[in-house]
């Protein structure tokens, strides 16, 4: 049983640490998007960047979530505004 229930807690972890990272990335966007709007971070987006974040811009284009998301970005832009 002891062996059960370490196992089932090592998944709860690791389920845990997913939808941490999970968050995270979805909160990374409005930040970075600001940090390149306000031109705090100078030049064009990286590829890498686009790509990275290119799930995100689909949730944004093809879900409800668009609305909550530019809301979001908005502040961020508005914070961090020159």
């Known amino acids: ?3 059960f229930t370490s196992r089932r807690s090592r ?8 939808l941490q990272l999970l968050v995270v990335y979805l909160l990374s966007h409005g930040p ?8 705090r971070i100078s030049g064009p987006v990286p590829n890498a960047v686009t790509v ?9 284009e093809h879900t409800p979530l ?9 502040w961020w832009k508005h914070l961090l505004k020159k």
């Open 1 to 3: 049983m002891s062996s």
């Open 11 to 18: 998944s709860t972890g690791c389920l845990i640490v997913v």
């Open 32 to 39: 970075v998007q600001a940090l390149y709007a306000s031109q």
């Open 52 to 60: 990275f974040y290119h799930p995100l811009h689909w949730l944004y």
């Open 66 to 74: 668009g609305t909550p998301m530019s809301a979001y970005d908005g």
